[in-house]
């Protein structure tokens, strides 16, 4: 019995004993009087109803701490009254007084939710020890109630929580994943450097020389067909030498003159040169300027060399008709231009591969197109990404900024 008291005076911490409130129903006027003597003296707030219609309603509108409900009354009885408090106001304990009830009643009544069941006649004191009892044993439930709600909340907060740490250690692996491959990417393109400026220096010693005794073997030639054959050789010294200067802007930056330059300008510049091979292959140009960007400090050159580089692999990949899209916006501070076709995509196992150096999924072709963009763009301190699905096309984006630290 302490220990239920001392449970009642923990939960109700602040709370005076003439706020808790009990509801008295009896249609019996003399008992109702008695009985209201007793708790008032013990310090409630009461309210009685003769009625078990009354008592439905008062428990609804007053929200009492605990009822006292006689079980036989006329109409609708205590049974009836109990379960109807129980259905419409659950939190409210019910406590059933009666001078006629068995074991059994008391089983049925307690199956339907009453808190406790005390038999006519009773003693003051008993009756008050018993109503202690219901209130002390129903805040620990609310109690317990409160602490598993809490419980609850700070469960899906934690699991919150950990979703929350799960998507940030997937970003920071992400992260890190990409600046290891950039820093691999970087290593490589400096040892492909030190490498392509030695075989440049080795290759175009002899490429010079060759193209020399061409220019002297066709001097005296008179012949057309070892002319042809000659034509031929000059033509592949010529390739060897683009292959050799492509390999050494892939790696390195060749003469720079930055100057104010429009983006959607050297854009425009750049898809007029292929407008002949774009009509020729039946390819259909979209071009979507959300925003014009202001201009930036670059190197007109190497810009149109980005986006013509981009532009021809699109147009390469499309062999029988397409739609070439071009888009430029401003987000911020960045320029955001994407160059996409509907050409046959790249394959995922290719994807990652394709801005290595002589990587190349076309039958022709030397494979430093996109290392050379990729140079040029993170010179800029942009960046490129490449969205690809096999038989829907490709999308390259570029994000330059408006003021790049090159």
Not at 244 to 265: A, E, G, N, T, Y
Not at 290 to 319: C, G, K, T, Y
Request: one cysteine or more; charged letters at 30%.
């Amino acid at each position: 019995m302490t220990d239920l008291r001392d449970s009642i005076k923990t939960a109700e911490r602040g709370k005076s004993a003439a706020a808790r409130k009990i509801l008295l129903v009896d249609d019996e006027k003399v008992n109702l009087e008695l009985t209201s003597v007793i708790f008032r003296n013990r310090g409630f707030s009461v309210l009685t109803a003769s009625n078990a219609s009354d008592a439905v309603a008062l428990v609804g509108s007053e929200r009492p701490d605990v009822v006292l409900l006689d079980y036989m009354m006329p109409g609708k009885d205590g049974s009836d009254a109990l379960k109807e408090i129980r259905r419409n106001s659950p939190d409210t304990p019910v406590i059933i007084l009666t001078g006629r009830g068995n074991e059994l009643i008391a089983v049925e009544l307690m199956k339907a939710g009453a808190a406790d069941y005390i038999r006519k006649p009773f003693l003051n004191q008993d009756l008050l020890e018993r109503v202690e009892r219901v209130l002390a044993v129903r805040a620990v439930e609310l109690k317990n109630r409160d602490l598993l709600q809490e419980r609850d909340r700070l469960l899906a907060e934690i699991a919150s929580w950990n979703l929350e740490l799960e998507r940030r250690i997937r970003e920071k692996t992400e992260e890190l994943q990409l600046a290891q491959a950039e820093i691999i990417q970087s290593e490589k393109m400096s040892t492909l450097g030190h490498l392509a400026a030695g075989m440049a220096h080795e290759i175009r010693n002899p490429l010079n020389s060759i193209a020399l005794n061409i220019q002297l073997v066709k001097g005296g030639l008179d012949d057309d067909e070892r002319l042809e054959c000659v034509a031929r050789i000059e033509s592949e010294v010529r390739r060897i030498d683009s292959i050799v200067r492509k390999l050494m802007d892939s790696v390195r930056r060749p003469c720079f003159h930055p100057m104010k330059i429009s983006v959607d300008q050297v854009l425009d510049a750049a898809l007029e040169t292929f407008r002949s091979r774009l009509d020729m292959k039946g390819i259909t140009l979209q071009r979507d300027y959300r925003s014009i960007p202001p201009a930036i400090h670059a190197d007109p050159e190497e810009i149109a060399q980005v986006f013509s580089n981009l532009i021809v692999n699109s147009i390469e990949e499309m062999h029988s008709g397409g739609i070439l899209g071009i888009s430029l916006n401003l987000r911020g501070e960045t320029i955001v231009a994407t160059v996409s076709d509907t050409g046959g995509g790249i394959s995922p196992e290719a994807l990652p591969k394709i801005f290595e150096p002589f990587f190349t999924t076309k039958s022709s072709g030397t494979g430093l197109g996109l290392s050379v963009v990729l140079r040029i763009v993170r010179s800029y301190d942009g960046r490129i990404e490449v969205e690809s699905e096999l038989g829907k096309g490709s999308a390259f984006t570029v994000f330059l900024p408006i003021h790049p630290g090159c």
